[in-house]
């Protein structure tokens, strides 16, 4: 079924990809209140993962969805670097 993609539906899956990886990679170190936006940016990425390996899915619609996830991902990304880092173990320091 891969060889019936189009190059836009592979460069779209491969993004998206990067970006479930870039996410995933996020989890372990994003405080508390940031966690519930870590799973709605993965749980989107997911979605349209899915949606084009199977095949058929507008691309044109992905478009409005990738400027919503790529907005959570630079809000997580800035949470990151505005908390101070825990130090994995430092006595005294604390993750906020």
Not at 50 to 66: F, P
Request: aromatic share 4%.
């Amino acid at each position: 079924m891969t060889e019936h993609r189009s190059e836009s539906e592979r460069a779209c899956l491969s993004r998206l990809q990067e970006m479930d990886d870039a996410l995933a990679r996020m989890e372990d170190e994003l405080p508390d209140d940031m966690l519930p936006l870590g799973a709605e940016a993965r749980k989107r990425v997911g979605f349209w993962l899915q949606r084009i390996a199977g095949g058929g899915a507008d691309l044109s619609q992905l478009v409005e969805a990738m400027r919503d996830i790529s907005s959570l991902m630079d809000a997580l990304t800035a949470r990151l670097l505005l908390v101070p880092w825990d130090g994995h173990g430092a006595p005294g320091k604390l993750k906020s």
